[in-house]
């Protein structure tokens, strides 16, 4: 049974930061692409980075230069780290795995003050 659990969400004010984990189990970590999402209130999930199993990354223009995504394919766990911070980064933010099938997690709330 393939699990998601993410981490690291809460509430920080504008300009901060924050580390978000995802740790996964059930599943060969590292012949997957992994990627974070996120869903404000009344908006659609997007996309927010995307790692590859070679590490390859890409960013959605709004948090480039501000997130970095990582692996580490030892401890089955992927990282979002988000600096300068702004409100309208808050949102809930999944882990989603892909290989055939596409997993989720679960979710953890990320709250910008202003």
């Known amino acids: 049974q393939v699990q998601l659990v993410e981490s690291g ?9 924050l580390r978000l984990s995802c740790a996964a189990s059930g599943l060969i970590f590292s012949w997957h692409t992994m990627g974070w999402y996120r869903q404000a209130p009344g908006k659609q999930r997007e996309l927010v980075a995307r790692i590859t199993s070679g ?26 780290q988000m600096n300068s911070l702004k409100p309208e980064d808050t949102a ?23």
Do not use: P
């Open 9 to 17: 969400g809460g509430l920080v004010h504008s300009g901060g930061s």
């Open 55 to 80: 590490g390859s990354t890409v960013y959605a223009d709004s948090v480039k230069g501000r997130f970095t995504i990582s692996r580490e394919n030892a401890k089955n766990t992927m990282f979002l």
């Open 92 to 114: 809930v933010y999944y882990c989603r795995a892909d290989d055939y099938s596409t997993y989720w997690g679960q979710g953890t709330q990320v709250t910008v003050s202003s």
